[in-house]
């Protein structure tokens, strides 16, 4: 590495060489030319601007070339381009790539299992979606009177999954999912009711009239799986055929700029009905309230459905499929996110300890604190390798000598932090200053190591001036909240080696 940066420095040095040659070549040059100028005085001005431009071309060039090889070479963060649509090939890959480096794919996995016994069952899925209280489970309980489904006027009645099996005029084995409403409930219930969306072959967006800012926003989170939708206006018995007809209209337009497909996606209007409590007078003479089923019309959401499913089922399938790939992209997504987590943890109470155990037995320069060593570089490594970064080693020079000289102002602080922190362990007594130094050299590469992940997690890349910013900007938090589990581990290295 050392190589590299004298490397570095010469080919600086020949760029300014070649930089005072071409100069001296380009006034030889430029001199000749003013000969020729005075020879040619009345020759033409573009001579002159020609050599002008020149010389400026020069002096540009070289200092693009000692910019990039000297002063760093600037990445560019890559701009997050759309995903591309997975294949079952690619999902595959990437789940036994992640197993064999030790990740838990098991959600992942499961979904591709569910897929398959979806396949097996050969049923289409139809996905009732939308906020809480639209009426999803009123309309299923409207197609399939004999679904025992919980219909309340208070939100969030539906609080699980549930299929009901039912079979339109073609004769197609079809099952209506039934999901907790969104908007209602805490965090976890709607996550779970679009994990669902996203498994069945068709969603069925219910609203009660014009979209919320919320509910548009959920429609084009469901319209980007590229499935076909329907959109279904429930309650219509609340408004006049014109309300309804201009409800249509405006659902229609809405759809159409949020980036529906309007001639795949449609939209209905309908009344699943729902429930109603009446006051009626008993043989006694008495009031009582009675729960009436309001009738329902859901007519033109059958023909919808059945148009819908007309077509051949292949690319439904196809479609679902790819949105089920991608679930369970982003499910091995999250186990990896845990498994960097859990796996850059160890990573670092390795070189901590390493550290540690290194400047008590003062093979390291304990006072020092030189984090620019074996340690050091290869945590860094291990760290950006977990997270997919591959710096170049100049890189990983620069962070850590960037990172050293930030070590200086942080020391007393640290040295304090560490002689308190010991202070604090029952039956540690006093501690010799070589051993405060040797728990401080640990603490600061926990805090080289947390800020590293940081970086690594926020930007995905090791940027040598962005991580040592973060190192500095949070060593003293980072040396605070790091000292228990620090001292801990030199205790223990303490004690192994008195024992030994
Ligand atoms: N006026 C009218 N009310 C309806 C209609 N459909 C459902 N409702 C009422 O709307 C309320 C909510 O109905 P649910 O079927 O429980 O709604 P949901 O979307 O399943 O609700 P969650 O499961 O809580 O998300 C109930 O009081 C129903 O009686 C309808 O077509 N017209
Ligand atoms: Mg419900």
């Known amino acids: ?24 070549a380009l006034l030889f040059v430029t001199e000749s030319a003013l000969n020729v100028w005075d020879r ?23 200092a693009f070339l000692i910019w990039r090889l000297v002063i760093r070479r600037q990445r560019r ?16 890959s990437r789940l036994r790539e992640a197993e064999k480096a030790g990740v ?24 009732f979606f939308g906020n809480v209280s639209t009426g999803k489970s009123s309309l299923i309980k409207a197609l399939v009177p004999e679904a025992d489904v919980r219909i309340d006027i208070v939100g969030g009645s539906t609080s699980d999954v549930r299929h009901f099996r039912w079979q339109n005029d073609n004769g197609s084995e079809i099952l ?10 805490e965090d976890g219930y709607d996550a779970v009711a679009l994990e669902e969306a996203r498994r069945a072959h068709v969603v069925l967006f219910v609203c009660e009239g014009d979209l919320t800012r919320a509910e548009a926003a959920a429609i084009r989170e469901l319209l980007a799986l590229d499935k076909p939708m329907v959109l279904v206006m429930n309650k219509a018995d609340r408004f006049t055929i014109d309300e309804q007809a201009r409800l249509m ?63 051949e089922q292949a690319p439904l399938d196809a479609r679902r499929d790819r949105a089920v790939f991608q679930l369970a992209a982003d499910k091995l997504e999250a186990a990896e996110r845990v498994y960097r987590q859990q796996r850059s943890e160890q990573i670092i109470r390795h070189s901590t300890r390493k550290a540690i155990i290194g400047a008590m037995a003062a093979i390291s320069p304990g006072t020092d604190i030189l984090i620019q060593g074996y340690i050091g570089t290869t945590m860094t490594q291990a760290l950006c390798k977990l997270y ?9 020079e620069e962070f850590l000598s960037l990172s050293q000289s930030r070590v200086g102002r942080a020391l007393p602080l640290t040295l304090a932090v560490a002689g308190n922190g010991l202070k604090a362990f029952p039956g540690v007594g006093t501690v010799a200053g070589g051993f405060v130094h040797a728990v401080a050299y640990g603490l600061i590469f926990d805090a080289l190591g947390r800020s590293l992940v940081m970086t690594l997690t ?8 962005v991580a040592a910013k973060e190192f500095e900007e949070r060593i003293s938090e980072q040396v605070e909240a790091g000292i228990k589990r620090v001292a801990r581990m030199a205790l223990e290295e303490k004690a192994g080696a008195g024992n030994k």
Do not use: W
Request: hydrophobic letters at 45%.
């Open 1 to 24: 590495m050392k190589l590299d940066r004298f490397i570095r420095i010469v080919l600086a040095l020949a760029i300014v060489v070649v930089f005072i040659v071409a100069t001296g």
């Open 40 to 62: 040619l005085k009345t020759g033409p001005a573009i001579l002159l601007y020609t050599y002008v431009l020149l010389l400026l071309g020069i002096v540009l060039g070289a």
């Open 77 to 92: 963060p890559k701009k997050g381009q759309p995903p591309k649509p997975l294949s079952r090939q690619d999902i595959e």
């Open 104 to 127: 838990d794919v098991s959600t992942a996995q499961a979904e591709l299992k569910e897929l398959a016994s979806r396949y097996a069952a050969g049923v289409i899925h139809l996905c």
């Open 176 to 185: 209506l999912t039934d999901v907790p409403g969104t908007g209602g409930h």
């Open 249 to 311: 209209q405006r659902l229609f337009e809405r759809l159409d700029d949020i980036g529906g497909d309007l001639s795949r996606d449609r939209v209905v209007a309908v009344s699943a009905g729902g429930e109603l409590d009446v006051l009626e007078r008993s043989e006694g003479g008495r009031e009582v309230a009675v729960r009436r089923q309001r009738p329902a019309d859901i007519g033109v959401l059958v023909v919808a459905i059945n148009r819908l499913l007309e077509a």
């Open 388 to 396: 997919g970064a591959a710096p170049r080693d100049l890189d990983i």
């Open 458 to 465: 926020k930007h995905g890349e090791l940027n040598p001036d």
